[in-house]
């Protein structure tokens, strides 16, 4: 625990003037942001007796290690800037609202040449008018199912839209009348986005002009006896009535507003928000959060306008914000909020009327989401803390492990060998940090020397990151390991180290393969990448966020590590998994396998292995983290082994991308004809010089033909003449 008198500023050094502060620790990670309209007696409240601070602002002060701020002109621009720094740096005693689900959006993709009317999740895109969000897709489903009857827009996807005009027949929503089909030239692109507009602007609100449009030309045709077309019409005029009935009015005046609500209590705080379109409630959303710094009520409502309108722009700020408390000053945050939209905007809280009637609406709902929330984090926080607390009293460690990593380790009969390791903050995976090795040491089947080598290399950049930093030295003289850690063969740092397979650390293929984009993997398991909550609502631990920080805070990979390593395996893995800890000095992390026949738990160094209880939460625990490293693996194996059975002699060209692939291909029409062709031939294929011809001609040359195609139904030789380019990896048609 740090003393704030260790890193105070001195006395004039703080200017009297708005900012933005940040508090890091002693590893430089940002911990908390904040703004202050004088910096001066913002910072100096921090650093008084500790008796006097509330109880989260003194962890955050204790924790800290050294304040840094930047002097800004006016308190609207220390708002930006917070909201920015947030947004980068992720601190970890700062409220953030995160959405328990992606809220679904109604969306007209009104930036194609047809628009589409369908389903959107995530960030909004350019040019797409959107609607919402709701609480349930289904709910948007039903109003467009109803809607297209009257406007029937395009709702099919790409390719289905595409495969229609190339065959000249529309779909099925063509044929019964809820598509004016534009794939088949029904209706020309302008009478089609017309009818997207009329559809957006119902959506918006504009009702009652268009249904007494539809009553009239109802009575017209009715009066000139087209009582066919007089029927329809009535029926369009009810699925829009029954449309609007699902979004009753609540607000008179046709009023754009968002609605905000909070319900909390000293440890969490829940947010519901209503948005009004046109007198209606178009959405609602809703978020939960720790309450992790001294915040009031009117604290949580800033935080929530920031989460809400930081990224957004125009029309989708409304006119008027109604919350339960208004953050002091006010003045900097309407400025914001105008700024986002480009006109005015009102923020205050109802007194009376409809207004205040639907705020109490949406406060209820904020008590019921926190009451619910409550629940069920009561029972999950119980069941995986107990085990966290088995798993630490079978294996002996010091305290519950809060981070744990698996390693498991596939491949097909010794082919495409390669591991995974999977990452479990306080019981619950964070996806954002699995990762995939590819076994580049040696060739063929040894899981056992597989897993010393994703081991080694997973620790070694741990210690990389270690040493890039200046802890290394220091942690391995007072270390009780291994002597001459150090200079362990590939220690991380030393200049010339090598991986196992005697790469040099960071070469072209690196030591580990991050999942894409550090994503989450997508729809199964756990809903994203933020890490869970503590038993002592922390983010579980006293290391700040997992991942690696650089100078500026940033997180980065490898430099935070796990207290127990997890082996997909029996006594011999475990100690390969040991063996690799050992001989890189690391004595602070705790190994154990998993064997799948028994569900032993093998320690090394010990001759017989722990059995749980088979009731035991512990051992249900390590079964969950194994289980997802073996499926993370095996459809990483997969993956790997369908893209080499799709490979094709192009593949093997140095320096042959996909485009000049496609190109060959295409000039040729089949590989086999690019294997007759002459050098001057190939260089005749545009952006294709003579050494890439050259290349090009050597390997095919080398390669053995691909056997003739044959038709699997019919069974006959299908002549190269006829025969279409092959597939764009440059593989031979089957």
Same mark, same amino acid.
């Given at each position: 625990m740090a003393d704030p008198s260790s890193y105070r500023p001195?006395?004039?050094?703080?200017?009297?003037?708005?900012?933005?502060?940040?508090?890091?620790?002693?590893?430089?990670?940002?911990?908390?942001?904040?703004k202050a309209k004088s910096l001066r007696q913002r910072l100096s409240s921090y650093f008084q007796d500790l008796a006097n601070l509330h109880p989260r602002t003194r962890t955050m002060v204790t924790t800290a290690a050294a304040v840094e701020w930047t002097v800004v002109s006016t308190e609207v621009e220390a708002l930006q800037l917070e909201y920015s720094w947030i947004k980068e740096f992720d601190p970890r005693f700062n409220v953030k609202y995160r959405d328990d689900k992606s809220y679904p959006?109604?969306?007209?993709?009104?930036?194609e040449e047809f628009p589409r009317v369908q389903v959107m999740r995530g960030a909004k895109r350019k040019g797409v008018r959107y609607f919402g969000p709701y609480a349930h897709a289904w709910a948007i489903r039903e109003t467009v199912d109803l809607m297209l009857r009257v406007f029937p827009v395009r709702t099919c996807s790409a390719g289905v839209f595409k495969r229609s005009a190339q065959i000249g027949r529309p779909c099925l929503l063509g044929y019964i009348g809820k598509c004016s089909a534009p794939c088949v030239g029904r209706v020309t692109a302008e009478e089609h986005r017309q009818l997207a507009e009329e559809f957006c602007d119902f959506m918006a609100g504009r009702t009652g002009t268009y249904l007494r449009r539809l009553e009239q030309r109802m009575h017209e045709a009715a009066e000139e006896m087209e009582y066919e077309r007089a029927a329809r019409l009535r029926d369009d005029i009810g699925a829009l009535k029954r449309a609007?009935?699902?979004?009753?009015?609540?607000?008179?005046?046709?009023?754009?507003?968002d609605l905000i609500a909070v319900a909390e209590d000293e440890l969490e705080a829940a947010v519901q928000i209503f948005h009004v379109r046109g007198g209606r409630v178009r959405g609602q959303r809703g978020w939960v959060t720790d309450k992790v710094e001294a915040v009031d009520t009117a604290g949580l409502v800033?935080?929530?306008?920031?989460?809400?309108?930081?990224?957004?722009?125009?029309?989708a700020v409304p006119k008027e914000v109604l919350v339960p408390a208004v953050p002091e000053p006010s003045e900097p945050v309407i400025q914001w909020l105008a700024g986002r939209r480009g006109s005015r905007v009102d923020l205050r809280i109802p007194q009376r009327g409809d207004k205040k009637d639907l705020m109490e609406t949406v406060q209820r709902n904020a008590q019921q989401a926190l009451a619910l929330h409550k629940t069920k984090r009561a029972s999950d926080l119980t069941t995986r803390s107990?085990?966290?607390?088995?798993?630490?009293?079978?294996?002996?460690?010091?305290?519950?492990?809060?981070r744990v990593e698996c390693f498991d380790i596939s491949h097909l009969q010794g082919d495409d060998v390669v591991a995974s390791m999977v990452v479990f903050e306080d019981g619950l995976?964070?996806?954002?940090?699995?990762?995939?090795?590819?076994?580049?040491?040696?060739?063929?089947?040894?899981?056992?020397?597989?897993?010393? *080598?994703?081991?080694?290399? !997973? +620790?070694?950049?741990?210690? &990389?990151?270690?040493?890039?930093? #200046?802890?290394?030295?220091?942690?391995?003289t007072g270390a009780s390991g291994v002597p001459g850690a150090a200079e362990a063969p590939g220690a991380a740092g030393t200049p010339g180290a090598t991986g196992t397979a005697g790469q040099p650390l960071g070469g072209p293929h690196g030591p580990d393969e991050p999942h894409a984009s550090h994503r989450p993997e997508g729809p199964e398991g756990p809903d994203g990448p933020d890490g869970p909550d503590g038993p002592d609502g922390s983010d579980g631990s006293d290391q700040g966020p997992s991942g690696p920080i650089d100078? *500026?805070?940033?997180?980065? !990979? +490898?430099?935070?590590?796990? &207290?127990?390593?997890?082996?997909? #395996?029996?006594?011999?893995?475990?100690?390969?998994a040991q063996r690799a800890l050992d001989e890189l000095g690391v004595d602070d992390v705790a190994?154990?396998?998993?064997?799948?026949?028994?569900?032993?738990?093998?320690?090394?160094?010990?001759?017989?292995?722990?059995?749980?209880?088979?009731?035991s939460e512990g051992l249900y625990l390590l079964q969950r983290v194994r289980d997802e490293a073996h499926r993370f693996a095996i459809t990483y194996q997969r993956s790997k082994r369908a893209k080499s059975l799709k490979a094709g002699p192009l593949d093997t060209v140095p320096g042959l991308g996909d485009s000049r692939k496609q190109a060959l291909l295409k000039h040729f029409g089949s590989v086999k004809r690019l294997r007759a062709a002459t050098v001057e031939q190939i260089c005749e294929v545009p952006g294709v010089g003579r050494k890439t011809a050259e290349t090009v001609a050597a390997a095919l040359a080398g390669a053995a033909p691909a056997g003739p195609a044959v038709n699997t139904a019919t069974g006959e030789i299908i002549e190269d003449e006829s025969a279409g380019a092959s597939s764009s990896n440059g593989g031979t048609r089957p």
């Open positions: 001195k006395p004039g050094q703080i200017p009297d003037s708005p900012g933005v502060y940040k508090f890091r620790d002693e590893h430089r990670r940002v911990i908390y942001v904040g959006s109604l969306a007209v993709t009104l930036n609007m009935e699902k979004n009753a009015v609540v607000l008179a005046d046709a009023t754009d507003a800033e935080h929530a306008l920031q989460q809400l309108y930081g990224e957004e722009s125009g029309d107990r085990a966290l607390e088995e798993i630490a009293e079978a294996l002996g460690l010091d305290s519950a492990p809060l995976p964070r996806k954002s940090e699995y990762r995939r090795f590819q076994i580049k040491g040696f060739a063929g089947q040894d899981d056992v020397r597989s897993m010393h *080598e994703v081991v080694s290399r !997973r +620790f070694r950049r741990y210690l &990389q990151e270690k040493q890039r930093t #200046g802890e290394w030295q220091e942690e391995v100078e *500026e805070g940033r997180p980065k !990979r +490898f430099a935070y590590p796990p &207290q127990l390593v997890v082996v997909d #395996g029996g006594k011999p893995q475990v100690a390969a190994v154990c396998g998993l064997a799948k026949r028994l569900e032993e738990v093998w320690l090394p160094d010990e001759e017989d292995p722990v059995v749980l209880p088979r009731s």
